[in-house]
C-alpha cells in the first residue's frame, strides 16, 4: 500500500500563487509516475500535470506556462507549482500515483481562487 498526503491549498486573489506538496509513503517503488488532478464542483475531475520518475512532465493545456510539476525522488515528494492563479482554477485538488499497475490517490486539497 501506498499512502499520498497532500498539503498546500488554500484560498488565494487570482493572479497569485500555490505551491502543493504530494509526500508518498509505504510501499514505495522506484518506477512510477505521479501526477495532479483536480476537481470543481459539478464537473469531472481532469488532469492537471504528470511527471515520471524520471522527470518527464506534460500538462493540461488550461495550465501550460502557469503550473510546473516537479518531484523529489529521495524524499518521495512531487509539488505542484501554481503562478498566474485565475478563478478557473478553484477545485480539490488530488494527488495521484501510479506503480505496478496500481493507481493510488491522496485525499485532496482545495484551492479556491477569488476574483
Known amino acids: 500500500q501506498v499512502q499520498l498526503v497532500e498539503s498546500g491549498g488554500g484560498l488565494v486573489q487570482a493572479g497569485g500563487s500555490l505551491r502543493l506538496s504530494c509526500a508518498a509513503s509505504g510501499s514505495i517503488f522506484s518506477i512510477n509516475v505521479m501526477a495532479w488532478y483536480r476537481q470543481a464542483p459539478g464537473k469531472q475531475r481532469e488532469l492537471v500535470a504528470t511527471?515520471?520518475?524520471?522527470?518527464?512532465?506534460r500538462y493540461a493545456d488550461s495550465v501550460k506556462g502557469r503550473f510546473t510539476i516537479s518531484r523529489d525522488n529521495a524524499k518521495n515528494t512531487v509539488y505542484l507549482q501554481m503562478n498566474s492563479l485565475k478563478p478557473e482554477d478553484t477545485a480539490v485538488y488530488y494527488c495521484?500515483?501510479?506503480?505496478?499497475?496500481?493507481?493510488?490517490w491522496g485525499q485532496g486539497t482545495q484551492v479556491t481562487v477569488s476574483s
Open positions: 511527471i515520471t520518475n524520471g522527470g518527464s512532465t
Open positions: 495521484n500515483r501510479i506503480q505496478q499497475g496500481r493507481d493510488y
